[in-house]
């Protein structure tokens, strides 16, 4: 699992991305520092002159477990909005809105 986060990080720090992803995948602020820190110490990345970049080590490491997280199954791509759904209406309801939600 540390591996799919330290790829992930991996990534966004080449790409120049966002950490939101990360988050989206359960890890907070304190994981990512701690993600970087150990990506630092393994020699994935370099900390120079205030920029943080992949080293020969990293980009190695990020084209062998690139693929692990690639997402295949198009169900994936796009998270589903299970707090937007509305309880399911029995067929023999009849639905009728209010006269002043009605835009017509």
Do not use: H
Request: hydrophobic residues 35%; glycine residues 4%; aromatic residues 8%.
């Amino acid at each position: 699992m540390i591996d799919n986060k330290l790829t992930i990080l991996l990534q966004i720090i080449q790409n120049n991305g966002n950490v939101r992803r990360l988050i989206r995948e359960g890890s907070s602020f304190k994981d990512i520092a701690q993600l970087t820190t150990i990506a630092i110490e393994e020699g994935y990345l370099e900390y120079v002159e205030e920029r943080v970049s992949l080293t020969e080590k990293g980009r190695f490491f990020l084209q062998e477990t690139l693929e692990r997280i690639k997402k295949t199954n198009k169900e994936e791509w796009i998270e589903k909005d299970f707090k937007s759904q509305i309880p399911r209406i029995d067929k023999s309801t009849i639905f009728v809105p209010r006269q002043d939600e009605l835009t017509f």
